[in-house]
């Protein structure tokens, strides 16, 4: 089982339809050829928002526009912004939080095997490509938030692990999440405005959270309430 399908079975088969993929045109577009676990999750899966924090953006969607070099770099302003600061990449760690810098900087696409995100979360996380190799199959993840996390796996594998909670305790994300596989679908877009469509498989924790949310005397520290949904993903 590839991690595509392990993937799917972690958080639910689709229920949005993803309209005919265009990745010739995109990647004439970027002038780049994205990996293809990423095109075979983008032809089955909407954008995705994972556990109410992280987004997993389907570029080839026709619900939003074209990425374009211009869109691609306004996103990667900030890391630009941060390669001409003497700190450079001092605080750059690995998977398990081990230290590993400092380590030379990255090329920012659209730089010959440049970083090209594909996620953000929340807390401004870009979630990224480290697009040096030729192959894009053998690309790598690689995290940013003012400190560096580099993942020797890719795209699909990647969301596999951090679904299985392999990361859970990582200070790139908030404490212990993702708590739980949830997943909402992209239903469309409205001058910027993201519409999420809720599967049926997690409406009721949907429902939960939002009470949660809604309360302003909830203490956040507390999700003990979610382990009543463990277990309906697998």
Known sequence: MNYTDQ????IGVPEIQVDPVRDRTLSESLGIQLPSDYLQWASQYETLEICNEMIVWNWL???RPLPTPASVGATLEGIDLARATAQGRENVLDSEDNATGPRPWLPIYPEAGGLFPWGTDTNGTLYLWDARNSDPDDWTVVLYNR??????????EFLVRLMRQEYRNSRMFIREWPWLSTVRELESEDSGALVWHTPRRWSDYFEEYSRRRDDIDYEWDDFSWVDRFRGQNR
């Not at 400190?147 to 890719?154: A, L, T, V």
């Open 147 to 156: 400190s560096w996390r580099e993942f020797d796996c890719g795209f699909t």
């Open 61 to 63: 969607s026709k619900l």
């Open 7 to 10: 993937l799917c079975r972690l």
